[in-house]
C-alpha cells in the first residue's frame, strides 16, 4: 500500500511540473523581448526601445549566409514554411513562439536597405500585429543572442534566415574565389 502511495505522489508531482512548463510556453506569441512570449512591450523583438512604437527592419552581412534582414539591433530574422506569402498566414503560436517570437510592431515600420513596399504587417490571432517581408511573417530565434548570429538558419528544414528580397536564404554564403579566365583545365578526371 505505501509503494501505491508513492508511485501515485509521484505522478502527481509530475503532473503539476508539466502543466506548469506548458503554461510558461503558451502564454501567445506575440512580440517580445528577450525572446519570451510573456512580455507585453509589444515592439518588435529585439529593435527599438521600449515603448516604441516605429520598429526597424535593415540588413547585415551573416558569416556563411551573406546578405540577410535584421531588426533594428542586428538580430537575424526568419520565415517558416509552415507560413505562407500569398495569402500571408501565421502558424506559429503558443510554444513554438516561445523559441521564435513574431517580430512585431506597435506603430510603422521603417527600413534601411529594404525595399519598403515589399514591408507589411499582418494580424495575429493572439492579438499581436507582426511584420511581414514580401507578405512572409518574420520571427527572431530565442537563442540567437547577440546581433549577427544565425542558429536558427535551417532548424527543423523548415526555418530559414530571409533576403532583403523576402526569399529564404537555402545555401551558404560562396567563400571560395570566382575562377577567372586565366584557370585552366586538364578535363576528364575529378572522380570522387
Known sequence: MLAIKHVTGYAATGAAVLALTLAGCGGGGG??????????SGGST??????????TLTTANVAKLGTVVTDGKGYVLYRFDADSANPTKVSCYNTCATVWPAATTQGGVTTKGIDKSLVSTV???????QITLAGWPLYRYAKDDEPKEAYGQGVDGTWF??????????TPASTAP???????????????
Open 31 to 40: 512580440g517580445s523581448s528577450g525572446g519570451t512570449s510573456s512580455t507585453p
Open 46 to 55: 529585439q529593435s527599438g526601445s521600449t515603448g516604441s512604437a516605429t520598429s
Open 123 to 129: 494580424k495575429r490571432t493572439d492579438g499581436g500585429t
Open 161 to 170: 534566415a530571409v533576403t532583403p528580397s523576402g526569399a529564404k536564404i537555402t
Open 178 to 192: 570566382t575562377p577567372t579566365s586565366t584557370s585552366t583545365s586538364t578535363g576528364g578526371g575529378g572522380a570522387y
